[in-house]
């Protein structure tokens, strides 16, 4: 009789349901559950995992009656999953449902999504095996129980499996707040999803009939996850934060801090104007960054020779700005920009040698920025505004177009540009096609002289650029990133020596 009594008087374990791809950390978090109390159901490859690992699990179809069919596709999609999840336990009439329905609460969902982007991102992937990867049945679940947070604890991350075990045993307030902040992470979690499976099939999407090319989208989901605060924004009482754009195409790669204080929003926008000039360039270029604009722009024959041009070009403004390179910085070149520059916030390259390194890492805050690589990724630029979104195709960069380029230079003058010109003239348009209009810019071979960025009026920029340039404004070529309304322009250009 006292056994009895014990059973009937056990109480039932409570259930969690776990269907993971990324099985990182799982085998603890598993026989952490199970010591507490917890039942597992689990799914296809995860239920394996457990299984291999003597970890007890039961298949969905237990709970369910019903088989996984079509491949996987459908297993979870069925009442006792979401009646499960859904039902609201303080509801009487719910718990009588749920009964009569012969339906299990489930109080734990630990669930991480099909690797979409991950699958996309790579080059070879098929179309089919990226729609295979759109996962339908995790969502719909981590959304169910996300809705009932009050009463279902949900987890998407195994980063949080340390706080979701303190919390399940040390219950309390701690849970609830726990449970709904998850909860929060779900939707932000389903939302970036479905955009990015939306970008990705926009994306391979035909033209329409007798279109002569690709229509922007009808709408726009732009999804980034929060990489760290920033002191600061552009002014000292502005907040600001570093976020990592995620696409389709997988995560964007954003630069690894190798030295230095931490990066400020201003510090940010000028590396990122750095990349968008070192994309011009096949050869060895450098260039320096001040306020977003360049002021300092150099092409040689190694990266050391071609830094030294570009804090040459104008070392005055040089002085406390952002040094970007195109190619592994080695010792030359970081003694280089040592030597030349005392003070500068940030330096950007692809990769650094030891002794490179060595030599920078002497300025104790000096930002050093790793890239990886520096190639352009965007098809699209955003601009976020008041009324709301711009967006315009990217300007793509001329680097392995010169030839197409040249092809299409016009003289329109009586005086013909020498055949030796046409390097000084693309490198010319390359520097004032990166610059702030009105834009203006002087160039001698592969190094820019002076350059002029940013005003309101073009022959205020002509001005600028040849104060700048100086003495070497004689003979120098001028591009303009726009025509020349008034002949005030040419005159000042004549006035300084300039031949082109």
Request: with cysteine.
């Amino acid at each position: 009789m006292k056994n009895a009594k014990t059973s009937k008087t056990k109480k039932k374990n409570k259930l969690a349901l776990i269907s993971v791809s990324d099985k990182t950390g799982l085998e603890t978090f598993a026989r952490e559950i199970v010591k507490i109390g917890f039942g597992i159901i689990s799914t296809g490859g995860t239920l394996a995992f457990l299984k291999q690992h003597k970890i007890p699990a039961r298949s969905i179809s237990e709970l369910t009656g019903f088989p996984e069919i079509l491949e996987g596709r459908v297993k979870t999609l069925h009442p006792k999953v979401h009646g499960a999840l859904l039902y609201r336990r303080a509801d009487a009439a719910h718990r009588k449902q749920a009964k009569e329905q012969g339906i299990e609460a489930i109080d734990l969902v630990v669930v991480n999504l099909y690797p979409f982007a991950e699958v996309t991102a790579k080059p070879n992937a098929s179309f089919q095996e990226a729609l295979e990867n759109i996962d339908i049945g995790g969502p719909s679940m981590i959304r169910s129980a996300a809705k009932n947070f009050e009463s279902v604890t949900v987890v998407t991350e195994p980063q949080d499996y340390s706080r979701v075990l303190e919390a399940l045993k040390n219950p309390g307030g701690k849970l609830a707040a726990l449970n709904k902040e998850l909860a929060g992470k779900v939707f932000a979690l389903t939302a970036r999803y479905d955009a990015l499976i939306a970008e990705f099939l926009a994306g391979k999407a035909r033209p329409r009939k007798n279109e002569s090319r690709e229509t922007l989208p009808a709408s726009i989901s732009v999804q980034c996850s929060k990489l760290a605060d920033l002191r600061y924004g552009e002014n000292p009482h502005q907040r600001a934060a570093m976020y990592e754009r995620v696409s389709s195409k997988g995560t964007s790669s954003f630069p690894a801090q190798l030295h230095g204080k931490e990066l400020s929003f201003n510090n940010l926008l000028d590396a990122d104007g750095a990349r968008s000039v070192l994309l011009e360039f096949n050869g060895p270029a450098a260039c320096v960054i001040k306020h977003n604009n360049p002021c300092g722009v150099a092409e040689a024959d190694t990266l050391s020779e071609a830094a030294g041009l570009a804090i040459d070009s104008d070392s005055l403004s040089a002085f406390g700005g952002i040094i970007g390179l195109n190619r592994k910085c080695d010792a030359a070149t970081a003694k280089m920009i040592a030597d030349k520059l005392k003070f500068f916030e940030v330096i950007l390259a692809p990769s650094y040698d030891s002794k490179a390194l060595e030599i920078l890492k002497n300025r104790a805050n000096l930002r050093i920025l790793e890239t990886q690589n520096i190639e352009e990724t965007e098809r699209l630029n955003y601009r976020i505004g008041a009324w709301g979104l711009l967006l315009q195709d990217a300007d793509a960069p001329l680097a392995g177009r010169e030839k197409e380029f040249v092809s299409k230079l016009k003289w329109v003058t009586q005086k013909k540009g020498a055949h030796e010109d046409r390097a000084g003239l693309v490198f010319a348009w390359k520097c004032a096609k990166v610059v702030r209009s009105n834009a203006i810019v002087l160039v001698q071979e592969t190094q820019t002289v002076g350059i002029g960025a940013g005003q309101m009026s073009r022959v205020d920029s002509v001005k600028i650029a040849c104060e700048k340039a100086g003495s070497r404004a004689w003979g120098s070529i001028l591009a303009s990133d726009g025509f020349f309304p008034m002949p005030d322009n040419i005159e000042v250009a004549h006035q300084h020596g300039i031949r082109m």
